[in-house]
């Protein structure tokens, strides 16, 4: 019987990639996001909205995550931006080899900004670097003020946290102090944006934050 | 329940280790997870045996340690190791959030015991 010791992270393969694809967005000035919610947050709407509003200041382009369907990368395209769909096939989270591989399938010259829309769940994407400069959480008002509290790693990882749907705060008990209170717990620099994407309002300070991380990379 | 794709790095990271070592037989692998990791250990020893069930290391343990949180205040940087993950005032200035964590995000493989 022997002990071999062996300090090695789990997740270096993973994370070597991530790593290399950090570097290509690094070398080519582009700004990298990984976006992460639970399903039916409004990640795609956000990412439409985005889209169509700075379409005159950015390229922009996007790396669906789904189970199945390309109906997101459809609705994306639909705003001139380029997307590639990946399609997980019940994985619950992408990898930075998938999104390295759909990385081949997009045109990066000139491009500003790749959006990186995960597969919406919140936890396992959380422990999956893919070469992001930032992580973005989204959490609708509908989910409940608890989610930062349940989930703790999203939030402790997450560089933004967007509290998306405040249209809908009269017809909800969502307690934005104690949601922002426990998202900024253990993230004491995270930056929150409530917003909605169907009244439009919040929408400019996200863009704000863009423009700002966008520059860091130029 | 991503613990399986864990388990899969897991396995590959031992049997490149294991190459250095021809006819061992594996016995036991050690790993670190630390309470934020967002990992379950049950999940993950679970998934361990999914994986090498049917193959040469089929019968080997997987031992989780658990690693637990430590905080530095970020109001007078007393370090401490909080009770609860969620509510974690500091035990001098009562302070309850914008710590640092020092411990607790490990996820990483120990050693291992072969035969």
């Known amino acids: 019987m022997a002990e071999v010791p062996i300090i090695r992270n789990i997740l270096e393969a993973n994370d070597r990639i991530s790593e290399e694809l950090n570097k290509f967005f690094t070398d080519n000035k582009i700004l990298c996001l990984?976006?992460?919610?639970?399903?039916?947050?409004?990640?795609?709407?956000?990412?439409?909205?985005?889209?169509?509003?700075?379409?005159?200041?950015?390229?922009?382009?996007?790396?669906?995550?789904?189970l199945q369907t390309d109906n997101d990368a459809r609705r994306v395209a639909a705003t001139g931006a380029q997307a590639v769909q990946i399609n997980t096939d019940g994985g619950c989270h992408l990898n930075s080899s998938q999104v390295k591989e759909a990385l081949s399938l997009i045109d990066t010259d000139g491009l500003d900004i790749l959006f990186v829309e995960n597969v919406g769940n919140l936890v396992c994407p959380a422990e999956f670097n893919v070469g992001e400069d930032h992580k973005i959480a989204l959490l609708t008002v509908t989910e409940g003020d608890d989610k930062p509290e349940k989930y703790p790693l999203m939030f402790h990882i997450s560089s933004v946290m967007i509290l998306n749907k405040i249209d809908l705060l009269p017809y909800v008990d969502f307690d934005m102090e104690k949601a922002k209170k426990h998202a900024s717990k253990l993230n004491a620099d995270i930056k929150i944006f409530p917003l909605s994407c169907r009244s439009r309002e919040g929408l400019e300070g996200w863009y704000q934050w863009l423009r700002e991380a966008r520059a860091t990379k130029a | 329940m991503h613990e399986m794709s864990i388990a899969q790095s897991i396995l590959a990271i031992v049997e490149e280790e294991l190459r250095k070592h021809p006819d061992a037989k594996l016995k036991k692998v050690t790993v670190a997870n630390g309470a934020l990791a967002g990992i379950v250990s049950d999940a993950l020893t679970f998934g361990w045996e999914a994986i090498t069930m049917g193959t040469p290391l089929e019968g080997s343990v997987l031992v989780v340690n658990e690693i637990p949180i430590k905080v530095s205040c970020g109001g007078c940087s007393k370090e401490f190791i909080p009770e609860d993950k969620l509510y974690m005032p500091c035990p001098d200035c009562d302070l309850e959030i914008g710590h640092k964590v020092l411990q607790g995000k490990e996820l990483h493989i120990e050693g291992i015991e072969i035969d």
């Open chain 1, 34 to 66: 990984n976006l992460m919610s639970s399903p039916g947050s409004g990640k795609t709407s956000l990412l439409e909205k985005t889209l169509t509003d700075l379409k005159g200041e950015f390229k922009m382009a996007v790396i669906e995550g789904d």
